[in-house]
């Protein structure tokens, strides 16, 4: 039967599903992960990444590598898989993230030895040990730079699909080709890392696909190739060192011989990889009107999509689909969950009951900006709470949650007008009792699926696509998810009507808090 694998690099670790398609069968046959800071300790990482000064997060290239050899051995010497049925592969990665490799970086991967470990061979091909990823918030003078060289943030904004933001990936190579001009120099091509990763199976360079592109400031949204603008505005001789941008959906290469010999695979379709939302609107199915997603992970997301793009919405992407979506971005998501949960000594379950004890916290609420916040923009962290104290244990936990759940339901208008439903995808949404908070902010049923990554699914599920596509099949994207990602009855939350009322109030006074507290001259 035929099998089609997809990957999810998130900030936390790597995911692999393997989806087997036929006639009548349409299922999930594998699916892995591995966490950078338990299964690499040798990176020295804190949930993926490392924490520098002034802003700076970034990750080591060389784990993602090292992350994909393990996964793809287990991979092939999984029991349960037929490997030689692998028609094609996809992936996703966090979004905005950029690799720097060097002129030799070419030639070490054509030449990459399948009797040695894939990272110890790249020892030599970056031209930056260490990549910047989409919690770097530094960038806010270059953010301000690109501004004026295209004429204002609205501008930038309606060529690209977003403001100049610090996470974005023009600005962070700004930075690096101002700061660190010879290493800047001494780079031959810029990757994100969902293009690096793609890179690295190909044994080649793979495009960007215009979803990840959108989270560049680089690329010309509605011309989905790179606007010579705005490269200008952003580096030197940028255009030569980025690659190509593709069609989601146009194969460009096979799973290499270095691969092919070190795990016995076969030559499998490579179908680009895209960034981890535009992948999750495949793999939440959400396809079609009147129905957002939430992703609970690193980050908070909301997301839908759309044939035109327009609304306030904070950014536009190009979707998978070839239309748009448009998308919000909480940096305060399961890290802040964690953490809160953790400095109050609680586990998971008494959180539920905590939530489901008190719904509204007695009008408490709190501003949940455990770290600096995209949505809207704080560069001062801090929580900031309302008539009460960091004492009282109950009221933080619930005044977090809470307030992340009204912030999502508040800025989820910018995303898409009237929502029937929302589906709930991403690690914590295995928590009922969230879901419920959320059902109950929203107003609407809310839906969890089967498959908690959504990404990594979506990315079986574009390999899948490509493949048929490639093969004469012109299929639609409705027949490509169906029966993977239907809303399940089991799987809804309603909303206690008893609540909503209650929690529409709660709204307006959480949004003119967040008015009052927010920055006065926001970056993105
Ligand atoms: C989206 C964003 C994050 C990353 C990490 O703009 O920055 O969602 O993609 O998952």
Redesign the pocket.
Same mark, same amino acid.
């Given at each position: 039967m035929p099998l089609y694998l997809g990957f999810d690099c998130?900030?936390q670790g790597l995911t692999a599903i393997v989806i087997e398609i036929d006639r009548d069968t349409r299922r999930v046959v594998f699916n892995q992960s591995l966490n950078f800071d338990r299964d690499f300790p040798e990176y020295g990482t804190n949930g993926g990444v490392i924490y520098g000064v002034d802003g700076e997060v970034q990750a080591p290239p060389a784990m993602w590598a090292d992350a994909l050899d393990r996964m793809l051995a287990t991979i092939a010497q999984s029991a349960e898989l037929e490997v030689d049925d692998l028609r094609a592969i996809s992936g996703s990665?966090?979004?905005?993230g950029s690799v720097y490799l060097n002129p030799r970086a070419q030639e070490v991967l054509r030449t990459l030895n399948p009797a040695r470990k894939l990272a110890p061979q790249l020892s030599t091909i970056f031209s930056r040990a260490h990549s910047p990823?989409?919690?770097d918030a530094s960038t806010g003078k270059q953010c301000r730079e690109i501004a004026d060289a295209l004429g204002g943030a609205d501008r930038v904004a309606a060529l690209t699909g977003s403001p100049p933001?610090e996470?974005f990936t023009g600005p962070q190579i700004r930075k690096f080709a101002v700061e660190q001009p010879t290493a800047y120099a001494d780079t031959a091509r810029v990757h994100l890392v969902s293009s690096y990763l793609a890179s690295l199976l190909a044994e080649r360079d793979a495009p960007i696909e215009p979803g990840d592109g959108s !989270?560049m400031n680089l690329m010309d949204l509605r011309d989905q190739q790179w606007s010579l603008q705005a490269l200008d505005a952003t580096a030197p001789d940028l255009a030569a060192r980025l690659p190509p941008i593709r069609p989601s959906w146009e194969i460009f290469g096979t799973l290499s011989p270095y691969w092919q010999r070190r795990y016995a695979l076969p030559a499998a379709a490579m179908v680009p990889w895209t960034?981890?939302?535009p992948s999750s609107l495949i793999g939440t199915g959400i396809i079609r009107d009147r129905v957002v997603a939430v992703?609970l !992970?690193?980050?908070d997301?909301v997301f839908a999509l759309t044939t035109e793009p327009g609304g306030p919405s904070s950014?536009v992407f190009r979707a998978p689909t070839g239309d748009f979506m448009n998308?919000v971005?909480f940096?305060n998501g399961s890290r802040a969950r964690e953490q809160v949960r953790i400095d109050y000594g609680l586990e998971w379950d008494a959180v539920a009951r905590l939530l489901e004890k008190n719904p509204g916290n007695d009008g408490r609420l709190m501003l949940p900006w455990l770290e600096a916040e995209?949505t809207p923009h704080v560069a001062h962290a801090g929580l900031r709470r309302f008539g009460f104290d960091r004492f009282d244990g109950e009221r933080n936990i619930r005044g977090l949650i809470e307030g992340q759940m009204l912030a999502i339901a508040n800025h989820a208008a910018a995303v898409a007008g009237a929502i029937d439903h929302v589906i709930v995808t991403g690690g914590a949404s295995v928590n009922r009792a969230i879901l419920q908070v959320m059902a109950n902010v929203f107003g609407v049923d809310v839906y969890r699926l089967d498959v908690e990554n959504s990404a990594a699914l979506g990315a079986a599920l574009r390999a899948y696509h490509a493949e048929r596509l490639a093969d004469g099949e012109a299929i639609s994207w409705k027949a490509v998810v169906s029966g993977f990602t239907d809303p399940q009855p089991g799987h809804r939350v309603s909303p206690n009507l008893k609540h909503v009322a209650m929690y529409a109030e709660l709204r307006r006074d959480y949004a003119m808090l967040e008015t009052l507290h927010r920055d006065r001259a926001p970056i993105c």
């Open positions: 998130s900030t990665a966090q979004q905005h990823v989409w919690l933001c996470r !989270g960034g981890d939302n992703s !992970g690193t980050s997301t950014h998308l971005c940096r995209s």
